[in-house]
Structure formats: C-alpha cells, structure tokens
C-alpha cells in the first residue's frame, strides 16, 4: 500500500511538472535555477598538497594549476523526489533507495549513464539544448550547449573549494568534518535529506559527504608516463560510509561506470553562457598572468583526455590509430616566437649571422631558419634570462628534456595537438579554431607565399594564435609512429633521430594544416616557413 500511495503522489508531481510547463508565470525552469548557484571562474591549484589515505594506491592527484570558467552548479545533491520524476515521466524503474529514506534524502544506486540521461531529460523539459549525444563509452559531452550536465572534475573541486571565496579548508566549507559533511563517525550508517549541513563559501551543501558524486571525466592515472587505467568514471566528495580523509575536497575515487553504488549519487551543472560579438567568435579562456607563473603571453592549456590522431583520412598512414592520450595541465604561448624575439636571443649569445628572414619582414613576423636545435638553445637562454631552471642538458641527439623544471621548452606532439584542438573547450573542427583555412590560417590560397605577422588571424578556443599554417613548428618528440607511444603525456618517439613537425605554413595546401596532420625532419634542418612556439609546466 505504501508503494501504490507513494506512487500516486508521484503521478500528481507529474501533472505539477506538466502544468508547470504550461502555466503562465509559472517555470519548472525557474524553481531548478532557483536551486543553482553561479560559479565564477578563475584558476586554483587542483590537487592534493599534504596528504593522502594511505589505503588508496591508484590516487595520484597531484597538485596542478588548473583554469576553470564560469559555470552554474546544483546547491543540493540530485534528491530521490526529483529523480523519481525523471523515472515516472521515461518509465524506469526506480532506484533502491538504499541505507537512507527517499524524497528529499540524496538519490543514489544510479549508474553514470543514469545521472548522464537525467540531465539530458531534464534538459529537454525545460526547453534546453541537450548536453549529452551517444551511449555508455561513446557518450559525447557538447560544452557549449546550455542544456543540464554533469561537472567536471575540475569544475567540481573548484565549487567545494568555495571558487574564488576559496578560504583554503580540508572540508567544503570547514576544517571540522561534522560541521559540513555526513560520514562514517556521524551519519548512523545512512545517507541524509540533502541541505542539513553548513553550506560552503559558495552556498553550496554537502560536497564533503552524504552520497559521493559522480562526475563527467573518465579516469586517468596522472602519473606522467603510467599506463593507461581501463575504462572508468570519476566520482567524488566521499559519502556516509567514508572516513573523515575520503571526504576531503581532494580525494578523487573511480569505477566503473555501468555500476550503481548506495553510497553515489550526483549533483547538476550548467555552462554559463557568454555573449558572442560577430561571426565566427567562440568564448575564450581569460588569459591569465599568474604569480610566478607564465607571463602574460601565455595561456593556461588545461590537462584532459583527447583522441589523438585521425583515422579518417586513407592515405595518411602516420595519423594512426586515433587513440586516446591524457595531458597534464600546461603553459603555451599565445603566438609562434618571433624575429624580434629570437634577435634578441642572437645578439645577447653573440651569434651571427641571424636567421634570414627571405624578405617577408622581421620583427612580429614568426621567426624561420631555425633548427630544432637553435629552438631548444633559445628556450634555455630565455629561462636563464627569467630566473628559471632551464628544461634541456645534453646536445643533438643526447639532449635530455627535464619535464619537471619550470623552465621554457618545445611542446609535445600531444601537447601540441590538445592545444591545436582547443584543449577541453575545443570543436570538432579540422583547423585550429574553426573549419575555414581562411579565417584561422595563413596558407596556399591567402598568403600570397610569405609568412605574416603573428595573431592576425582568429584565434582556437584557447586564445592561441596560427596553430594552422604561417609556419610550421617544431615539437620536443623523436619521430615515431603512434603504436611506439606511451598514452599518458608522450614524449614521443623512444628511438629515431628526426623530430616532429605540426601546424603546416604559408605554402601547405588546407588539407595539411589540420590539427592532426603530422610531418618531421632531422634536427639540423632549417628552412624558411619552419620555426617553433614555446610551452612551460603548470603545476
């Protein structure tokens, strides 16, 4: 009887929702946006510093410098009231309710395909476009849409933190565990009505506790060069049957995502949408001149997982297979190195002649005639001139590449092609920033064959400048083909002796400036539409 009654209640929710939908001055939207809180970007260590549970072997997380942009986020956990909407309307069956009651308790016993098509249904309720298209491991997140989805990793520890309100607690919203969260010591084995804790500096509740949170990333192991770990979602916050440690803002927890847990459920977030000035402009990331970071002509490439590669086109061997790598969060500059820039490098070392610049200009013009070896000298004179410890030891082919200094070096090639893509915010597009060469690059059909002034065309979602054509660049890799390499932050090639080469230049057809398109040489070559872009470490 206590079925059938509560069910009931649930058909007359139901017609709440649906006359809601129709009602003048009455929104479903609004009482959902009424429970969302805007988040304010900015960047924020991600990570864990000083501590870490000793039982949980696969938890790396290391501390990184992580840029995140404006988002709305649930105040409350998804509760089992709302959730059982969602199974009414689709006809599901309803998720056990666990070690807890349901109504406004936090749902849990739900799959990350469950919460992935909650958000879709709630999305298409209230008129919204759907984040999420495909199924399971094939499921595709379109960032730009307005619709509902899940947060990020990084979106997720940015809001516990308390965003930019940030007051530095082990707990969201307290050094004291009972203040802010359910768990082990506290939560009488159950989960609890969501909202019953102190909120964070953000006005958010229970991020440390009650039910962990399922998340939208797919687990990777951040240890530089580890193997890649099967396939798994991130989950996070800790729940009622943690210890004090594993409801940190920090801890990171994974499995598989096909699983429903009673300690698990998820919360709500949105992209906060900016306004657009002008065809073919996309949001960028803020440009941001960390302390004792990169300097203003830099960018914060966020770390993420990317298909790399492409196995689309028939005759181009060396783009297979497309696979999946993960990088680390990283600097990179804004615009490819230029005459001016690399004249000064010449005459503070006293070399002569300079590279010829075959009459196209010198000064903002990016610096050709270089080799790969010239490139690497210049990125060390450059940390020296900053006070930063210089990335490279060695000469030619025994040159060592020190990936944990803070100083300059050349990208990767996977490093290149996530910032090509756009990085986490990227499009599906074949060029750097957009699908037409003319808007985003300097080649065959507009440069008249001369290279031109850096950041003159439109720049990728990153703010990053001529990644297709004007030159092409030079990357830190020996040459290898892609079933040689490792997944998590490639160095590249483990044997060979000429290095890669990416982006295509002034004299590449369009088909040769896509973000995948590989070519290569031997380190000693020079040539006039050849130079290179610089890149630090941000962690």
């Known amino acids: 009887m206590t079925g059938l009654i509560r069910r009931v209640l649930y058909v007359f929710a139901g017609v709440w929702v649906f006359l809601c939908l129709i009602t003048p001055g009455h929104s479903f939207a609004q009482e959902t946006a009424n429970k969302m809180v805007l988040v304010e970007g900015g960047t924020f260590r991600m990570g864990n510093e000083l501590h870490k549970p000793s039982y949980d072997l696969y938890d790396k997380n290391p501390v990184r410098l992580i840029n995140v942009k404006d988002f709305y986020i649930g105040k409350y956990e998804v509760t089992s009231a709302e959730y059982d909407l969602f199974c009414m309307a689709t006809g599901r069956s309803e998720p056990a309710s666990g070690r807890g009651g349901r109504g406004q308790w936090a749902v849990v016993n739900i799959t990350w395909q469950d919460a992935a098509d909650y958000c879709n249904w709630l999305s298409e309720v209230e008129g919204l476009t759907l984040v999420y298209s495909g199924k399971g491991d094939n499921t595709i997140c379109d960032f730009a849409a307005n619709g509902y989805r899940l947060p990020t990793e990084a979106e997720w520890e940015y809001a516990a933190r308390g965003g930019n309100k940030n007051t530095g607690h082990k707990y969201s919203g307290s050094d004291n565990p009972d203040e802010v969260a359910w768990y082990q010591d506290n939560s009488g084995g159950i989960t609890h009505?969501?909202?019953?804790?102190?909120?964070?500096?953000?006005?958010?509740?229970?991020?440390?506790?009650?039910?962990?949170?399922?998340?939208?990333?797919?687990?990777?192991?951040?240890?530089?060069?580890?193997?890649?770990?099967?396939?798994?979602?991130?989950?996070?916050?800790?729940?009622?049957?943690?210890?004090?440690?594993?409801?940190?803002?920090?801890?990171?927890?994974?499995?598989?995502?096909?699983?429903?847990?009673?300690?698990?459920?998820?919360?709500?977030?949105?992209?906060?949408?900016?306004?657009?000035?002008?065809?073919?402009?996309?949001?960028?990331?803020?440009?941001?001149?960390?302390?004792?970071?990169?300097?203003?002509?830099?960018?914060?490439?966020?770390?993420?997982?990317?298909?790399?590669?492409?196995?689309?086109?028939?005759?181009?061997?060396?783009?297979?297979?497309?696979?999946?790598?993960?990088?680390?969060?990283?600097?990179?500059?804004?615009?490819?190195?230029?005459?001016?820039?690399?004249?000064?490098?010449?005459?503070?070392?006293?070399?002569?002649?300079?590279?010829?610049?075959?009459?196209?200009?010198?000064?903002?013009?990016?610096?050709?005639?270089?080799?790969?070896?010239?490139?690497?000298?210049?990125?060390?004179?450059?940390?020296?001139?900053?006070?930063?410890?210089?990335?490279?030891?060695?000469?030619?082919?025994?040159?060592?590449?020190?990936?944990?200094?803070?100083?300059?070096?050349?990208?990767?090639?996977?490093?290149?092609?996530?910032?090509?893509?756009?990085?986490?915010?990227?499009?599906?597009?074949?060029?750097?920033?957009?699908?037409?060469?003319?808007?985003?690059?300097?080649?065959?059909?507009?440069?008249?064959?001369?290279?031109?002034?850096?950041?003159?065309?439109?720049?990728?979602?990153?703010?990053?400048?001529?990644?297709?054509?004007?030159?092409?660049?030079?990357?830190?890799?020996?040459?290898?083909?892609?079933?040689?390499?490792t997944v998590d932050n490639p160095p590249g090639g483990l044997k060979g002796y000429s290095r890669s080469i990416r982006g295509g230049n002034c004299f590449s057809a369009a088909k040769y400036l896509s973000v995948s398109y590989r070519d290569l040489n031997e380190p000693e070559y020079h040539d006039r539409v050849l130079g290179f872009r610089l890149v630090r470490r941000a962690y």
Request: proline letters at 5%.
């Open 193 to 485: 009505p969501v909202g019953a804790k102190k909120t964070n500096e953000l006005g958010l509740y229970d991020m440390s506790g009650n039910a962990a949170e399922w998340c939208w990333d797919r687990y990777f192991s951040y240890d530089r060069f580890g193997p890649p770990e099967r396939n798994l979602r991130v989950f996070r916050g800790g729940s009622w049957c943690n210890s004090a440690d594993n409801v940190r803002v920090s801890t990171e927890n994974q499995d598989c995502p096909e699983f429903g847990f009673g300690y698990v459920g998820f919360r709500i977030a949105r992209t906060a949408q900016a306004s657009t000035h002008g065809e073919n402009k996309r949001t960028q990331l803020p440009f941001i001149d960390v302390p004792g970071g990169a300097p203003a002509d830099m960018v914060v490439v966020n770390g993420g997982t990317f298909s790399m590669g492409d196995d689309s086109q028939a005759e181009r061997q060396e783009e297979k297979p497309a696979h999946q790598v993960k990088v680390i969060s990283f600097y990179m500059a804004k615009y490819e190195v230029t005459f001016a820039q690399y004249d000064a490098f010449c005459k503070a070392m006293g070399r002569s002649p300079q590279p010829f610049d075959s009459g196209w200009g010198r000064g903002n013009c990016p610096v050709t005639y270089v080799s790969w070896q010239d490139a690497v000298e210049y990125c060390n004179w450059l940390s020296v001139k900053e006070g930063l410890t210089p990335a490279y030891s060695g000469k030619g082919d025994t040159t060592q590449c020190d990936f944990s200094a803070n100083g300059y070096r050349l990208p990767t090639e996977a490093e290149w092609e996530y910032a090509a893509r756009g990085g986490q915010t990227g499009g599906r597009y074949p060029y750097s920033g957009g699908s037409d060469a003319a808007i985003v690059t300097w080649y065959r059909d507009n440069s008249n064959d001369m290279t031109h002034p850096v950041g003159e065309k439109q720049a990728n979602e990153l703010g990053i400048y001529d990644m297709s054509g004007n030159v092409s660049e030079w990357c830190w890799d020996r040459y290898g083909r892609y079933q040689d390499t």
